[in-house]
């Protein structure tokens, strides 16, 4: 498994990966406390939170309905029932200290003030192993929150490397060069595990100042290619014809073919 998660993170960006058995606390990691963007994946400290507050008697169930409606409808209004500081106040208590919750997935004025949701893998592995332990819940709420987060839609990174069928209550989180995937697999003949894949990838290299990017956009007079050659005007393609290099490369005389 080390190996494995090792091989992954030599890939070009960065990556924080751990893998957690939620009872032995035996497993592998590869860049466990590397700071990286929470996304979505912020959801599981939150709603952690909530249901450790339900389980001390200090929300309803009618608030739990509400937050179990809007996590599988990707609403995060419910966030108004959570509070950063008591967040941030449970993770203090689980040892996860690289969890860091100052605002809501959604909350467009506080990202642009600067507040941005982070956390390394070691953190939330450490936060979803408490839960799977149900550890400050009681059963019952412990079951439900797993339950919330096994309702997740999206199964395009993690869930694929999983055999089918296998139960894995996670939640992801995208936003642009970030992909994280983060939850509790349930094997069919093994206890279960916690597994944390954070992922940042660098944005496309843009192509030296006056070149072409290697696959133009196709439009009138010029067809999508990889280099165009440039043709004199009027003549056959088979004629003089040199490589463009620019936009600007062909004399005012020829045209891009």
Known sequence: MQA?????????????????????????AVNESMPMPAAGTINVPVLYDLYRRASAGELSADDLAEVRDRFRSVDTSWYSLA??????????????????????????????AGLD??????????VLASLARCELLSRDLCA???AALAQQEFHDLLPRGLPPG????????????????????????APPFAIVLLTRTPPPTPPPRGELPKTWPASPGRRS???????????????????????????????AG
Request: net charge positive; charged share 20%; hydrophobic share 40%.
């Open 117 to 126: 949701n982070g956390t390394d893998a070691a953190g939330l592995a450490r």
């Open 4 to 28: 494995r998660a090792a091989r992954v993170a030599a890939e070009p960006g960065d990556y924080g990966i751990v893998v957690l058995d939620v009872q032995t606390g035996r497993g592998a």
């Open 225 to 255: 290619a990889t280099a165009a050659p440039c043709v004199p005007a009027g003549r056959p393609r088979c004629g003089r014809a040199s490589r463009c290099t620019s936009a600007t490369a062909c004399p005012t005389s020829w045209s």
């Open 83 to 112: 509070g950063a500081d008591r967040v941030r106040a449970l993770m203090t208590r689980l040892g996860a200290t690289g969890v860091e919750v100052r605002r809501g997935v959604e909350d467009g004025p506080a990202f642009g």
């Open 166 to 189: 296998t139960r894995f209550a996670h939640t992801t989180g995208s936003i642009a060069g970030i992909r994280n995937d983060a939850g509790i697999v349930y094997p069919a003949d």
């Open 144 to 146: 439900d929150a797993v």
